[in-house]
């Protein structure tokens, strides 16, 4: 179960080149599973015991889960469709020298630059098609190696391995061909999409390492892939949605875009997305604004966003007592100064609901002298404000294109998450009660 659940999941990055393509290769599953298709733009009408999803903006996505019984609360896991990459600008060629044509790129967050030399490339994205009067969206993936981001020679940077200072224009620009590709970068996206290359107005473009996903190690315990995080908690979050939620509760799956840049954007996590659809279910329930804040007031959310594990040459960057390894199990993330909502009551939720699900779970904190990363959780919680956890599962490399996890871990986590939306959390007066 633990190598099946692995290999479905580099199956699903492998559809997933950018957050476009999860978006929809998480519609297609859902789909697939009987959830019916909603539209911000149109009216909605929910029914108990329905399944539903919206998307905004193509690439960030709400799922959720009504139950039969009357409602009394949201249970939300969030994680994020986005990861580090290259985006391609407007007039992307560059000719060079007279004899290459490269790609015009800049950085979509912040990655390890080292990892994306001397590996076979592609662009993915979306492109919007023009036909008639109609401006529409399409998924882009050319889907062959095309590109290549070489590296200097040893010999003409003899000092490269004490350290080298990356300059993104200069050293981050992948080779497209020689001087007969100048001009043909949009001919080969229109060619894909099967359209003239005037009728393309607009693309959000992104280079994609094509190395697939693979596992390794003594006894098969590593796997490595491109975009672990955070497609490797997205996927967990949609497993454990499809495999059922609790009587009482909303269940509710979010994949949101622009996690690696902030979030602020009307698709992020820092958006009304969320709440615009948390109110609309409310409402489309017929219930009061009273009873949707004693929903959000009695809700739980884990915010899922991968963690950490500790580094075998770098032992000294873990905390000397928070120590996170693969395949020991989800990670719960605590961060005095809030950057992790997690706190005790939540981390005791999350803590049970692994226990119940007969899975281990584990502790991050930053070591008090490296600040650590921000996710989801709290900017979220800045809209639509409950008990939360931070959780997410160990990993090395983060931010490189070629990240590495646990082959136990995935299975673990989708445990854990199907716990959550098949327990009822309730708050009363004298505590959190999980039945
Ligand atoms: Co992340």
Redesign the pocket.
């Known amino acids: 179960m633990f190598e099946t659940t692995t290999r479905n999941l580099i199956r699903f990055i492998q559809d997933c080149p950018t957050c476009y393509h999860a978006a929809a290769a998480i519609s297609d599953i859902l789909e697939a599973h009987g959830f019916t298709r909603l539209r911000e733009t149109d009216a909605w009408k929910l029914e108990p015991g329905g399944t539903y999803y919206t998307v905004r903006s193509d690439s960030s996505l709400i799922a959720f889960r009504i139950p039969e019984s009357e409602m009394k609360n949201f249970q939300i896991i969030a994680s ?1 469709s986005d990861s580090p990459s290259f985006k391609v600008k407007e007039n992307e060629e560059l000719s060079v020298d007279g004899h290459y044509t490269e790609l015009n790129v800049e950085k979509y967050g912040g990655m390890l630059f080292a990892p994306w030399f001397d590996r076979p490339l592609s662009v993915a994205g979306r492109a919007v098609v023009r036909s008639g009067n109609m401006l529409a969206a399409r998924l882009v993936n050319i889907d062959r190696d095309l590109l290549m981001i070489p590296n200097v020679a040893i010999h003409m940077n003899r000092e490269v391995n004490e350290g080298y200072k990356y300059h993104p224009q200069k050293d981050m620009i992948p080779l497209l061909g020689d001087e007969t590709a100048k001009g043909g970068f949009r001919k080969l996206i229109a060619e894909s999409l099967q359209v003239s290359p005037d009728d393309i107005l607009g693309t959000d473009l992104f280079l994609y390492n094509r190395v697939p996903g693979t596992i390794w190690g003594a006894a098969g315990e590593y796997f490595s892939s491109a975009r672990l ?2 497609l490797q908690c997205a996927y967990a979050s949609v497993q454990a949605l499809l495999a059922g939620g609790n009587e009482h509760s909303v269940c509710v799956c979010c994949v949101f875009d622009n ?1 690696e840049v902030g979030s602020t954007t009307k698709q992020g996590a820092d958006s009304s997305f969320l709440q615009d659809v948390l109110t609309r279910i409310n409402s489309c329930l017929g219930r009061t604004q009273e009873q949707y804040q004693m929903a959000v007031a009695s809700g739980f959310m884990l915010s899922a ?2 963690a950490h594990a500790v580094h075998p040459h770098h032992l000294d960057k873990a905390d000397p007592t928070n120590r996170p390894y693969m395949n020991h199990g989800p990670v719960i993330k605590f961060n005095a100064n809030q950057k992790y909502t997690t706190d005790a009551v939540s981390g005791a939720v999350f803590r049970s609901l692994c226990e119940m699900a007969g899975v281990p779970c584990q502790t991050y904190a930053n070591h008090s002298d490296i600040p650590g990363g921000s ?1 989801l959780g709290n900017i979220s919680n800045a809209h639509v404000s409950l008990n939360t956890a931070d959780i997410g599962l160990a990993q090395l490399a983060m931010h490189s294109p070629y990240e590495t996890a646990g082959t136990k871990d995935t299975w673990y986590m989708i445990q854990a998450m199907q716990a959550f939306y098949q327990t009822h959390i309730s708050f009363t007066e004298k505590g959190c009660c999980l039945n």
């Open positions: 994020h995080d955070d996690e966003d991968n996710t």
